[in-house]
């Protein structure tokens, strides 16, 4: 696709309610950020695919988050027993590839803005 | 906790003046990104810095990194309605040999420009 694409862009959960957020990165990119960004706040970082390897979820607050990318394409970030502390916007990155000496950009989507009431 | 640190973090800015926006870290920076986010929007990529001294323009904005590579400038120059939104920089703080490292951001600058 042209570009990054997340879905749903709105979710409300009542709490304790298990929520999965998609994103559809840029067609051939082998990089794939998840970030979680609070009202007034820049986004953190949660996990990092490569392909279909997470090689990092150092960022990931808890065992209730949950991230896979099983086909090395479209990953999906899965939140369960949803608290109120994790509403915030769940932001979606890729990028080309990992080559040495080179730093390649992030291409954010639009996020998913999830409500936990 | 961030490790950038942005200012200001609001700035409300008369349509045609200039402005500045820093982005200061206590580590080197290996690569600096700028981008610009408007409300329930995700965020666009506006330029990238690598080296010490390093300088980039696309049409009236400029940024700089620093020689040290611990601090960044995004300028402005004749401010337009357009250039409103919240302005981000993020930063890979870690020397690797790979290219994709995960980014951390400051907390953004607030632009309103009024007419």
């Known amino acids: 696709g042209a570009g990054v694409s997340q879905s749903p862009r709105y979710k409300v959960a009542k709490r304790g309610q298990d929520v999965a957020l998609r994103c559809d990165p840029i067609?051939?990119?082998?990089?794939l950020f998840w970030y979680q960004q609070a009202l007034g706040q820049g986004p953190e970082f949660l996990t990092y695919?490569?392909?279909?390897?997470?090689?990092?979820k150092s960022g990931l607050p808890s065992d209730r988050f949950f991230a896979e990318r099983p086909e090395g394409s479209v990953s999906t970030l899965k939140i369960q027993r949803t608290q109120q502390e994790d509403s915030a916007v769940y932001l979606c990155a890729s990028s080309l590839a990992p080559r040495t000496s080179a730093k390649n950009i992030q291409y954010f989507g639009a996020g998913t803005r999830l409500s936990v009431l | 906790s961030q490790e950038l640190e942005q200012s200001p973090q609001s700035l409300i800015v008369q349509e045609g003046k200039n402005l500045t926006i820093n982005c200061t870290s206590s580590k080197t920076l290996y690569g600096l990104y700028w981008y610009k986010q408007k409300y329930g929007e995700g965020l666009i990529f506006l330029m990238m810095l690598q080296k010490g001294g390093e300088e980039k323009s696309h049409e009236k904005i400029t940024a700089k990194l620093d020689e040290k590579k611990q601090q960044s400038s995004l300028h402005i120059t004749a401010s337009q309605p357009s250039h409103a939104g919240i302005y981000l920089c993020?930063?890979?703080?870690?020397?690797?040999?790979?290219?994709?490292?995960?980014?951390?951001f400051g907390t953004g600058t607030r632009l309103t420009i009024i007419p």
């Open positions: 695919f490569q392909n279909e390897a997470q090689l990092d």
């Open positions: 067609s051939g990119h082998v990089s």
């Open positions: 993020g930063a890979d703080t870690r020397k690797s040999n790979f290219g994709n490292e995960k980014l951390t």
